[in-house]
């Protein structure tokens, strides 16, 4: 709890009395100087705290503040300040009133600390309009941040500022947000925004909301897109159009888009830059109780001369715990080229940067434990996929069949067959994993598969160092992953077999190579 505070009060009061005494004027003010106190683990002191108000009164009638002010300070540094005008009407049950505050982050933060936040400098400023009358209640206002510099880990801003301003009303149990309007910004110049708009009936449940984007670049989101890609982007834009509904049977939707358009990467390992990046996903997916509907699921990439660069999926999946209905989802694609998506993930080449640290020794073992049993999100669930390509490069995969079965704590997979650079590759696995360490059977079957695609591939520079073919046959069967389980329980047969192979093994650099001493 709070520690009682300490420090020297002082206050003034001034009152004039009109009108035979049925309407008063009054000054007043509050002085803390020398402010010391607990709150929880943070304490302030050295503080200075002034308040005060100017208005009027006329008793059962009318409440006037014309002004008033709140500032806090330490040590001479200003912490933040709160101001405003108030009326209050009670014969007619009307209020108004404008507010405003103002708050120095670095300063403020430095004694109320948030964890992974580090402040260097920045303004929070709030206005809003307030009135009431007849039922409804209106509001306008902005919210402004405003050159703030630090890092929230693992964000990195700096001369950051985000602008946002909003109007709404709520009348008769109806709530509207007629405007609510954010935008990002790095520096000075202006990057765009994000609109949004929203009504919600209180008394029915229902309501709908929508987001849609103004000439929104990539500069202001720079910091969360560096920290989540591998790679940086320098430029690019973001297209936001979705609406979200609620029913009031209880039936929610969402139904939008968004796109990535020409977004500039760093050029790559080999120094050169690649195309602008376009991509986009299309939702339309709704939910009723514990059942998801996905009408349509579709992400695409800019095509390619050899594929369409288009991914769908649609179905519905039961998430209730028990007695959950049979669910089914499919993907489709005519065509993947992945190779820029790989682009994107694989950032540049550099050099080492010196001598690795040592890690720091391992503490002894304990006895080895089985994970513990997984209970999966959904218990009844058939995902088939049909892909009738997938290319990156050299490597060419067509006819790809894969069914997933879930059946409460055991995932099956059969069929999953493929064919590789027109080598034919089957696999069917099943695991239980509702069992400590779980229980699992693998069958695979590769016949033939060219190793020059993948060496080509992942390795321009190498190209033609690496020829043959690769022949794999394994049935795996086991109970538990912990190496006594392994000892115990593990049988199979795994086979392996590499025909011309033409390698050269200390040039190569494919995941299918392996070094030799």
Same mark, same amino acid.
């Given at each position: 709890?709070?520690?009682?505070?300490?420090?020297?009060?002082?206050?003034?009061?001034?009152?004039?009395?009109?009108?035979?005494?049925?309407?008063?004027?009054?000054?007043?003010?509050?002085?803390?100087?020398?402010?010391?106190?607990?709150?929880?683990?943070?304490?302030?002191?050295?503080?200075?705290?002034?308040?005060?108000?100017?208005?009027?009164?006329?008793?059962?009638?009318?409440?006037?503040?014309?002004?008033?002010?709140?500032?806090?300070?330490?040590?001479?540094?200003?912490?933040?300040?709160?101001?405003?005008?108030?009326?209050?009407?009670?014969?007619?049950?009307?209020?108004?009133?404008?507010?405003?505050?103002?708050?120095?982050?670095?300063?403020?933060?430095?004694?109320?600390?948030?964890?992974?936040?580090?402040?260097?400098?920045?303004?929070?400023?709030?206005?809003?309009?307030?009135?009431?009358?007849?039922?409804?209640?209106?509001?306008?206002?902005?919210?402004?941040?405003?050159?703030?510099?630090?890092?929230?880990?693992?964000?990195?801003?700096?001369?950051?500022?985000?602008?946002?301003?909003?109007?709404?009303?709520?009348?008769?149990?109806?709530?509207?947000?007629?405007?609510?309007?954010?935008?990002?910004?790095?520096?000075?110049?202006?990057?765009?925004?994000?609109?949004?708009?929203?009504?919600?009936?209180?008394?029915?449940?229902?309501?709908?909301?929508?987001?849609?984007?103004?000439?929104?670049?990539?500069?202001?989101?720079?910091?969360?897109?560096?920290?989540?890609?591998?790679?940086?982007?320098?430029?690019?834009?973001?297209?936001?159009?979705?609406?979200?509904?609620?029913?009031?049977?209880?039936?929610?939707?969402?139904?939008?888009?968004?796109?990535?358009?020409?977004?500039?990467? @760093? *050029?790559?390992?080999?120094?050169?830059?690649? =195309? #602008?990046?376009?991509? $986009? +996903?299309?939702?339309?997916? /709704?939910?009723? &109780?514990?059942?998801?509907?996905?009408?349509?699921?579709?992400?695409?990439?800019?095509?390619?001369?050899?594929?369409?660069?288009?991914?769908?999926?649609?179905?519905?999946?039961?998430?209730?715990?028990?007695?959950?209905?049979?669910?089914?989802?499919?993907?489709?694609?005519?065509?993947?080229?992945?190779?820029?998506?790989?682009?994107?993930?694989?950032?540049?080449?550099?050099?080492?940067?010196?001598?690795?640290?040592?890690?720091?020794?391992?503490?002894?073992?304990?006895?080895?434990?089985?994970?513990?049993?997984?209970?999966?999100?959904?218990?009844?669930?058939?995902?088939?996929?049909?892909?009738?390509?997938?290319?990156?490069?050299?490597?060419?995969?067509?006819?790809?069949?894969?069914?997933?079965?879930?059946?409460?704590?055991?995932?099956?997979? @059969? *069929?999953?067959?493929?064919?590789?650079?027109? =080598? #034919?590759?089957?696999? $069917? +696995?099943?695991?239980?994993? /509702?069992?400590? &360490?779980?229980?699992?059977?693998?069958?695979?079957?590769?016949?033939?598969?060219?190793?020059?695609?993948?060496?080509?591939?992942?390795?321009?520079?190498?190209?033609?160092?690496?020829?043959?073919?690769?022949?794999?046959?394994?049935?795996?069967?086991?109970?538990?992953?912990?190496?006594?389980?392994?000892?115990?329980?593990?049988?199979?047969?795994?086979?392996?077999?590499?025909?011309?192979?033409?390698?050269?093994?200390?040039?190569?650099?494919?995941?299918?190579?392996?070094?030799?001493?």
């Amino acid at each position: 709890g709070a520690a009682a505070p300490g420090g020297q009060l002082s206050a003034t009061l001034k009152l004039q009395a009109e009108r035979e005494g049925t309407f008063l004027r009054f000054d007043t003010g509050i002085q803390a100087r020398n402010l010391a106190t607990s709150v929880g683990s943070n304490r302030i002191d050295n503080a200075s705290l002034d308040l005060s108000a100017i208005g009027a009164l006329e008793p059962t009638k009318d409440l006037r503040i014309e002004k008033f002010s709140a500032s806090l300070q330490r040590l001479g540094q200003p912490l933040g300040t709160l101001g405003g005008i108030l009326q209050v009407q009670s014969a007619g049950g009307k209020l108004g009133g404008q507010f405003s505050a103002d708050i120095q982050l670095r300063e403020s933060l430095a004694l109320w600390p948030v964890q992974g936040l580090q402040v260097n400098a920045g303004r929070l400023r709030f206005n809003a309009d307030l009135s009431t009358a007849a039922g409804s209640t209106n509001v306008t206002g902005a919210v402004m941040l405003s050159e703030f510099t630090g890092k929230f880990d693992p964000y990195q801003f700096a001369d950051y500022q985000v602008n946002a301003q909003f109007s709404g009303a709520l009348s008769q149990d109806v709530l509207n947000l007629t405007r609510f309007t954010i935008a990002p910004q790095a520096g000075l110049q202006k990057d765009g925004s994000v609109d949004a708009t929203a009504r919600y009936d209180i008394a029915k449940r229902s309501g709908v909301v929508t987001l849609k984007s103004q000439n929104l670049t990539l500069q202001p989101l720079q910091p969360f897109v560096d920290a989540l890609m591998p790679r940086k982007v320098k430029s690019g834009g973001i297209e936001l159009d979705s609406t979200v509904t609620l029913a009031a049977d209880g039936e929610a939707g969402v139904k939008g888009s968004l796109r990535l358009a020409k977004w500039v990467l @760093n *050029p790559g390992s080999q120094g050169a830059e690649p =195309a #602008p990046l376009n991509a $986009s +996903a299309v939702l339309d997916a /709704g939910l009723k &109780g514990s059942l998801v509907t996905l009408r349509n699921l579709t992400l695409a990439l800019d095509p390619t001369a050899r594929a369409t660069n288009t991914l769908s999926a649609r179905g519905q999946v039961d998430l209730a715990t028990t007695n959950a209905r049979p669910g089914r989802i499919e993907i489709q694609s005519p065509g993947l080229d992945l190779a820029p998506v790989y682009d994107l993930f694989n950032p540049p080449s550099q050099a080492s940067a010196g001598t690795a640290s040592k890690p720091a020794p391992a503490s002894a073992p304990g006895p080895e434990r089985e994970p513990d049993a997984i209970r999966l999100p959904v218990q009844k669930l058939d995902i088939d996929v049909d892909l009738a390509r997938v290319i990156f490069r050299e490597i060419d995969i067509t006819q790809w069949k894969t069914r997933v079965s879930i059946d409460s704590g055991s995932i099956k997979v @059969n *069929p999953w067959t493929l064919k590789m650079n027109n =080598a #034919p590759v089957s696999l $069917s +696995a099943t695991a239980n994993l /509702g069992v400590p &360490g779980m229980i699992y059977d693998l069958n695979l079957s590769a016949d033939r598969i060219p190793l020059a695609p993948w060496n080509n591939s992942f390795d321009p520079s190498g190209k033609g160092r690496v020829g043959g073919s690769l022949i794999a046959k394994a049935q795996i069967k086991g109970a538990g992953i912990t190496g006594p389980s392994i000892q115990k329980n593990l049988a199979g047969d795994i086979q392996f077999a590499a025909t011309n192979l033409n390698l050269a093994v200390t040039s190569t650099k494919t995941p299918l190579d392996r070094k030799s001493t």
